[in-house]
């Protein structure tokens, strides 16, 4: 079975052809611009890369590009897409109503309409690339949506109920959500597999960290989530590229009131022009203000004092909910490859028994593995992600028991 993994955005398109088989991944690219000029498609087989530029004003005209980069050209790699069984799409936000991947129907679609509100950025997107996909390979092909959220739809509602009247959680279903929930499933299920636990996973208490220009972070008991950093949006939690994460809600309000902003404009500051960017000053790419920090900018220095102390918090209050932690997982751009980060993290752990050796973590970047010592009292992984795999995987199983 070849599945088809989407993941639409308001003007892109990401793809990756994974051979269920034998869960190897023929091709993937991007498809960027659309509906503004200089779209082009980044297709990838093996090694090479071919980048074409082509018109793409909405999302049925870059899947058309796709199929053409999937059927044509030195980047073949089928005669038809006929050979494609199936599609699997993320959707960022599939609120109460959708705890588990399903497959799409009208009244799937409608019902991701209806969330819009919640992530107006992204489920209109994903409704375009579904839709665009029904247009280009028909209704005949199924289709799957796999969602940010289920994963974290476990949370009990003493994590996921705000300090705010409950009458905005029943009227307009105010609360934490949370999001990367397809990271945080796979290497929670990874890391389960490493402790040997992955059939009864009774009794596990494991946090995992996905650390990236989007970072959350999520305390899972066994193998259920019951609380997530990020909340009604992905701008809960703690300072990311751009994003500010938690703050005194009255911050917003004062800063509004002296610069005369509306909503709309501190909404802007508040998703992207805070986090690594606002507090260095210098750019929202994590590796930029490492180069600064080690060169001696203070303001690097401080940022990165910041993200460290604030995600040993969230581990520590998280240590608190679940009664311990048998397992740490680093994961993500940052999480993989940062070592300097681990490695700063893990010594504000140290009162929790957690012990890295520092030389297995310096070489350790984007690979699977263990950087803990023997004599730690939590086993502290690095498992590099793979969300298309998951819901690949899923799209898989949907179709495989609609066929019986």
């Known amino acids: 079975m070849k599945v088809l993994v989407i993941n639409a955005g308001s003007s892109s398109l990401k793809y990756q052809l994974i051979d269920m088989d034998n869960e190897a991944v023929i091709a993937k690219g991007l498809c960027e611009r659309i509906g ?12 090479e890369s071919y980048v074409t530029e082509t018109a793409m004003t909405n999302h049925t005209e870059a899947f058309n590009a796709v199929k053409d980069a999937l059927t044509t050209g030195e980047g073949k790699v089928v005669d038809d897409l006929s050979e494609i069984t199936a599609l699997g799409h993320r959707v960022v936000q599939g609120g109460s109503n ?24 992204h489920n209109p997107a994903h409704i375009q690339g579904i839709e665009a996909a029904i247009d280009v390979f028909g209704k005949d092909v ?53 402790l040997g636990k992955s059939e009864n996973p009774e009794g596990t208490r494991i946090i995992n960290c996905h650390l990236g220009n989007g970072s959350s972070i999520s305390a ?58 606002g507090l260095s000053g210098i750019s929202s790419d994590d590796r930029d203000v490492t180069t600064a920090a080690r060169e001696g900018n203070e303001r690097a220095i401080l940022t990165h004092k910041i993200l460290e102390y604030q995600i040993a918090k969230f581990i520590g209050s998280y240590y608190v909910a679940l009664g311990g932690m048998d397992a740490l997982v680093f994961t993500a751009g940052i999480g993989e490859n940062q070592t300097i980060h681990r490695s700063r993290i893990c010594r504000l752990l140290e009162c929790f028994g957690v012990e890295i050796d ?21 086993k502290v992984y690095v498992i590099p992600t793979n969300e298309e795999l998951v819901i690949a995987r899923d799209t898989k199983a949907i179709v495989e028991a609609m066929a019986k």
Request: aromatic content about 8%; proline content about 6%.
């Open 36 to 47: 503004l000029e200089g779209s082009k498609l980044t297709h990838k087989v093996g090694g």
């Open 98 to 121: 959708f705890k588990d991947s399903c497959l799409v129907t009208d009244e799937v679609i409608e019902g991701i309409r209806e969330l819009s509100p919640l992530a107006p950025l």
């Open 142 to 194: 199924p289709q799957v949506v796999v969602f940010d959220t289920s994963f974290h739809s476990t949370m009990p509602p003493e994590a996921y109920i705000f300090g705010v009247p409950y009458e905005y959680y029943e009227k307009y279903s105010i609360r934490r959500y949370g999001f990367h929930g397809t990271s945080h499933r796979f290497v929670t299920g990874r890391c389960l597999e490493l």
């Open 220 to 277: 899972v008991k066994d193998g259920k989530v019951i609380d997530t950093s990020m909340g009604l949006t992905p701008l809960d939690g703690f300072i990311m590229g751009t994003r500010s994460g938690s703050l005194d809600p009255s911050v917003v309000t004062f800063i509004m009131e002296k610069e005369g902003l509306t909503p709309a404009q501190m909404d802007e500051i508040l998703n992207k022009k805070s986090g690594l960017l």
């Open 358 to 378: 520092e030389e297995i973590n310096a070489e350790v970047h984007g690979r699977e593995a263990e950087i803990s010592t023997p004599d730690s009292k939590v």
